[in-house]
């Protein structure tokens, strides 16, 4: 794994020979401090998966089952709190607002807007 190459890994971690991966003695893949970015998808894959928005505990749960990292359960915290789906479904029914009626068609329109960028692979 090139984020492991590219750190110094902790004294407690120990190089694995079958898959060249830096584990600690449980066997949990260790992921470096520095490696923000593979720690958010870690989350995303724990959170948004197979896990389906089921809360911190449960996330970290997931998580901490395969992986090692300073500081994870903040971070997991950090992510599951700003999670949208779960604020807008976790929080209570909503306030019903005001119905909007209309007296002559295409009166009132709705748009959804989407985007997606480019992927690394530039396919479609």
């Given at each position: 794994m090139a984020v492991q190459d590219a750190a110094s890994a902790p004294s407690e971690m120990t190089k694995c020979n079958e898959d060249g991966l830096w584990?600690?003695?449980?066997?949990?893949?260790?992921?470096?401090?520095?490696?923000?970015?593979?720690?958010?998808?870690?989350?995303?894959?724990g959170h948004f998966g197979i896990a389906g928005h089921r809360g911190m505990t449960l996330t970290l749960q997931q998580i901490s089952e395969r992986f090692v990292w300073a500081d994870m359960k903040s971070d997991v915290e950090f992510f599951v709190q700003r999670c949208l789906h779960?604020?807008?479904?976790?929080?209570?029914?909503?306030?019903?607002?005001?119905?909007?009626?209309?007296?002559?068609?295409?009166?009132?329109?709705?748009?959804?807007?989407?985007?997606?960028?480019?992927s690394d692979t530039k396919q479609e």
């Open positions: 584990k600690d003695a449980r066997g949990k893949i260790w992921i470096p401090d520095d490696a923000t970015d593979l720690q958010v998808r870690i989350c995303v894959v779960c604020a807008s479904t976790l929080s209570g029914q909503r306030q019903l607002e005001e119905a909007l009626h209309t007296d002559h068609l295409n009166e009132l329109i709705h748009w959804d807007f989407l985007f997606m960028e480019e």
